[in-house]
């Protein structure tokens, strides 16, 4: 069975600065897709940036990028200058493959405040 | 579209009470899951559904109960509240076998007492 684990319960930064929340997996699989949500104080979800792990290149949207080593399992969110906006929980997320019933594994998240 | 909606937003309950709470997704999508948030544990998933007729248990299904008669709709059923189930519970759809996008609700918190 596949797991997500993020190490990191809390985290805080200050404002502009740089942040990067770890995230590993375990896997048998070779092709699946890594995700990371931000779910602000609002609790709605959102896709922040995705990953296909057939894809060597890192992922980037905009000051989100990750860090993808698969032969290492890891998969870490890095936040570049940061904003009072990306305060929220972050989670991490694998999934196996688009099969109809291939489901969304989450971690426990990360809690991550940004400081004014 | 309305995307995913869910209601109640918020619910109290006495123990050994029952409810439902409802999903529906106006996307036609095939996939709908239900999954509940507990600090420190992430988002556990309690039942999906790959299409009308059609469920399956979750990492967490005891106490639950779903059903899945159209497209459309996911209703998640307590028969008797406990608890253990005070949590927020969040539904969520996605094309299957298409594409990874998966449209989350709003999430409902439910209270125990």
């Given at each position: 069975a596949q797991t997500v684990t993020q190490s990191q319960p809390e985290m805080s930064v200050q404002e502009a600065e740089t942040v990067t929340l770890s995230c590993t997996y375990d896997t048998s699989e070779n092709n699946y897709y890594l995700f990371w949500y931000k779910q602000p104080p609002s609790r709605q979800m959102i896709l922040v940036i995705r990953q296909e792990a057939y894809k060597q290149q890192n992922a980037t949207e905009n000051r989100f990028s990750v860090n993808f080593q698969k032969a290492a399992k890891s998969f870490s969110l890095k936040i570049s200058d940061?904003?009072?906006?990306?305060?929220a929980m972050y989670f991490c997320a694998f999934m196996?493959?688009?099969?109809?019933?291939d489901k969304i594994i989450f971690g426990k998240g990360t809690r991550l405040h940004i400081l004014p | 579209n309305a995307g995913v909606t869910q209601t109640p937003k918020f619910q109290v309950l006495k123990t050994g009470q029952s409810m439902t709470l409802q999903c529906a997704q106006d996307?036609?999508?095939e996939y709908m899951s239900w999954y509940r948030q507990d600090p420190g544990m992430g988002l556990r998933l309690i039942h999906y559904s790959v299409g009308a007729g059609i469920t399956d248990q979750g990492e967490v299904p005891n106490g639950y109960n779903v059903s899945r008669s159209t497209t459309e709709d996911f209703p998640l059923r307590l028969l008797s509240a406990a608890p253990s189930q005070t949590s927020v519970y969040f539904c969520a759809s996605r094309y299957s076998g298409r594409t990874y996008e998966q449209y989350f609700g709003p999430g409902t918190r439910l209270t125990v007492t």
């Open positions: 940061s904003q009072l906006g990306d305060t196996k493959g688009l099969n109809r019933d | 996307m036609n999508h």
